[in-house]
């Protein structure tokens, strides 16, 4: 698990132990910073998981355009 993702569940983690001290104690902008908390974790999660895929997608156009680029050398 690299930084970012760790930096990510921390978040999501810390925004459920805030919503639920803010449910269990009533105080609804508690419950709304951890449920808003949890949520950027989670949308960041998801960034990175696109980011992840383009770099992917890179690399596999990458290696195809050098083996094409290999044959046409032969």
């Known amino acids: 698990m690299d930084k970012d993702r760790m930096e990510n569940t921390k978040d999501k983690v810390a925004g459920k132990v805030h919503e639920g001290a803010g449910k269990l104690t009533g105080d609804k902008k508690e419950e709304s910073k951890g449920k808003a ?17 383009a770099a992917g997608a890179m690399e596999e156009l990458k290696d195809k355009l050098d083996k094409k680029d290999d044959k046409d050398h032969e």
């Not at 908390?37 to 895929?53: E, F, I, R, T």
């Open 37 to 53: 908390q949890n949520m950027a974790g989670k949308v960041k999660d998801k960034l990175a998981d696109v980011k992840d895929s």
